[in-house]
């Protein structure tokens, strides 16, 4: 490592400040930026209880559509950092930072492998400073650690195909694995890896020794992928099959899931609009469908002109799969159900412009500057990182502190009313802080503290919400405000 940075000083100089800025955009202020609402709440008492407990867990989050439950990977993922922290949410969001800051570095070497120095360094950049990227990579949440494990499912599998390297297959048999637990849209990965792993297997078809080693390393990768899933099968073994259930009704109930047929898909321009867009432009809409097509036409002369061909073939099968498994799912496409590409999109725009970069004519580099300064002023003019944080996290200290003050050492039942929140988050710090939270919702107490995220329109006395409706005829005792949340303390019987 030494000898190679002594012989590309400059690459490494520009590698750091890459490193450096990535690093600077996730972690600024992430304890005020991070995402910690009820999703975040869930997980991390969870991952408590794993910690202080013991609890071993079968299963991770439930899929927002489906009605099927990840597997259990990322919650282990979360408990050193949690530990760490000493419980502190922000320590799995600091985790989560430092793996995409890593991705920055690992597209960096994928795309100098793969291409050529200014194409790794500059996929780098824009993967670094992308809106995107930083949102995802600032909040801990399963799906965001997706981009580091697609992208290692696909550089071993292409370590397979071109070197040989079957020692890599294992590798990719475990990152695969991960990668499905962090979103099952890691599936879409599956084209990509099952037609190069043919390849290759079809590539030792003369050499017995070579296609023995294949198979035994194939085996093997096999088997630590179905280690990694094996909570979930014991899981659905204790649960009639339930998300095996799932999975068939989602497969065969296809008038609202997927469309197998592509012909009949008429999602394919929206979804590459969406992908230049959101992680080209900074999410500006501009000009999205001449961006894509001049992306497509550069892609190819580049492929018809250069020595890359190879990786070039691999690239566009990955993006390829992405986009047509992405247009025959009939729900709404969320912008982090591209994770599993993203690595992909950036390596592209850093090897077109690399390409531009490293010829001789002067006219190219004067071009391939131009859009690099023009891409790179508009990720960082929108960049995520100089905005209002949301202050999450120190708001639900803020009530929680704020409960346990004026619950007086008295139990107290609580109770959340939010359109788009429930109340994890301020039960984990509830737990956390020894408060006088009845943790049996069913058993009632004298006092019930009420916290309101909906403002004015919220009238927690009379409220059909669970907890609160639980607690019987109640009234108003005193009421606070936190920034926009009200809490009120209500106690039984008319006013």
């Known amino acids: 490592m030494i000898n190679w940075i002594k012989k590309n000083k400059l690459e490494t100089f520009f590698l750091c400040l890459i490193l450096g800025l990535a690093?600077?955009?996730r972690l600024y202020r992430i304890s005020e930026f991070m995402t910690f609402l009820g999703d975040e709440g869930r997980d991390v008492r969870i991952v408590r209880d794993l910690i202080t407990k013991g609890n071993l867990v079968f299963i991770g989050p439930q899929t927002s559509i489906g009605n099927m439950y990840l597997g259990p990977l990322y919650y282990y993922m979360m408990a050193p950092a949690l530990f760490l922290s000493g419980l502190n949410p922000v320590g799995p969001a600091i985790m989560v930072a430092l793996l995409g800051v890593l991705t920055v570095w690992f597209i960096w070497f994928v795309g100098r492998k793969w291409f050529n120095k200014e194409s790794g360094l500059l996929a780098a950049l824009f993967y670094a400073v992308s809106p995107v990227a930083i949102i995802y990579s600032r909040s801990s949440w399963n799906?965001?650690?997706m981009p580091f494990f697609a992208l290692l499912c696909i550089w071993g599998i292409y370590q397979v195909w071109q070197s040989k390297k079957y020692f890599w297959l294992p590798i990719v048999g475990a990152s695969f694995a991960f990668a499905l637990q962090m979103h099952y849209l890691g599936l879409l990965l599956l084209p990509t890896m099952g037609i190069f792993w043919l390849i290759s297997l079809l590539q030792t078809k003369k050499d017995k020794k070579l296609r023995s080693k294949f198979i035994k390393n194939t085996f093997f990768a096999v088997g630590i992928f179905l280690f990694l899933m094996s909570p979930l099968v014991l899981f659905d073994v204790k649960h009639q099959g339930m998300n095996y259930n799932a999975f068939k009704a989602f497969f065969?109930?296809?008038?609202?899931?997927?469309?197998?047929?592509p012909a009949r898909s008429d999602r394919f321009v929206p979804i590459i609009q969406m992908t230049v867009s959101n992680l080209v432009t900074a999410n500006q809409q501009?000009?999205?469908t001449v961006i894509a097509i001049v992306i497509l036409l550069l892609s190819i002369f580049i492929f018809i002109k250069s020595k890359w061909r190879s990786s070039l073939a691999f690239l566009f099968a990955w993006i390829g799969f992405g986009i047509l498994g992405l247009s025959i799912y009939k729900q709404h496409v969320y912008i982090h159900y591209l994770g599993f590409m993203?690595?992909?999109?950036?390596?592209?725009i850093g090897l077109i412009l690399g390409y531009a970069i490293s010829r001789k004519e002067l006219i190219f580099k004067i071009l391939a500057f131009i859009l690099t300064a023009a891409l790179l002023f508009l990720n960082l003019k929108f960049s995520p990182t100089f905005g209002t944080p949301n202050r999450q996290l120190q708001r639900t200290e803020a009530v929680v502190n704020l409960i346990i003050k004026e619950s007086h050492n008295q139990p107290f039942n609580f109770g959340l009313i939010a359109k788009q929140n429930y109340d994890e988050s301020y039960r984990?710090?509830?737990e956390n802080d020894h408060s006088s939270l009845e943790p049996d919702q069913n058993k009632i107490t004298n006092q019930l503290f009420v916290v309101c995220e909906d403002g004015d329109s919220c009238h927690p006395e009379g409220s059909s919400q669970y907890q609160i409706a639980i607690f019987g005829v109640a009234h108003i005792d005193q009421q606070w405000q936190i920034d926009s949340i009200k809490i009120y303390r209500l106690i039984h019987g008319y006013k």
């Open 23 to 25: 690093l600077f955009l």
């Open 143 to 145: 799906p965001n650690p």
């Open 252 to 261: 065969s109930d296809r008038q609202t899931t997927i469309n197998l047929n």
């Open 286 to 288: 501009i000009a999205t």
């Open 342 to 348: 993203y690595p992909a999109v950036y390596l592209l």
């Open 428 to 430: 984990y710090f509830l």
